[in-house]
């Protein structure tokens, strides 16, 4: 068995914008990669996820954290697919995202974010909450999971 350091990352492709699995070759969206230190990384969907966790020196529940890890990330890709698809607070309110915020002037009342605090709110978001959370999952995932082994087929 060879030692490596290992990372993670998972995202979701848009519709029609599928890759295959470079384990198996099945058509997938949801992408789960195994980076390595030596610079290979794989993606694959979450069956030959699961399976490739199997082939590792990993407990069961080591592997389920390793796919918590791996599901954290994939929340803040989705987030970050939402916040780039709003335009106005409407759209992301209809969609299920609060845009309500006290009004300063009149404490107690809520009301809708006018566009341009909803532009400053989704610039925080998408340019230093989502990379700052991801990377921070990242660091996390390779100090915990630092020396996977993974058995050759």
Not at 108 to 116: A, E, H, I, K, M
Not at 120 to 135: A, C, G, Q, T, V
Request: proline share 3%; hydrophobic share 30%; glycine share 4%.
């Amino acid at each position: 068995m060879v030692v490596y350091e290992m990372w993670i990352d998972c995202y979701t492709l848009p519709k029609n914008q599928g890759i295959r699995c470079e384990h198996c070759g099945t058509y997938i969206r949801n992408v789960f990669v195994f980076h390595f230190d030596d610079g290979f990384s794989l993606k694959c969907g979450v069956d030959c996820f699961n399976k490739l966790v199997k082939k590792t020196n990993l407990s069961q529940y080591g592997a389920k954290a390793l796919k918590k890890q791996a599901d954290r990330i994939k929340s803040f890709n989705d987030m970050r697919e939402k916040w780039t698809r709003w335009q106005t607070p409407e759209e992301a309110e209809a969609d299920g995202c609060f845009q309500r915020i006290e009004d300063p002037d009149k404490p107690g009342f809520w009301r809708v974010r006018t566009q341009s605090e909803f532009e400053e709110e989704k610039n925080f978001i998408l340019n230093d909450l989502i990379p700052y959370r991801i990377s921070e999952i990242q660091k996390e995932t390779k100090a915990r999971f630092k020396n996977i082994r993974m058995k050759q087929d």
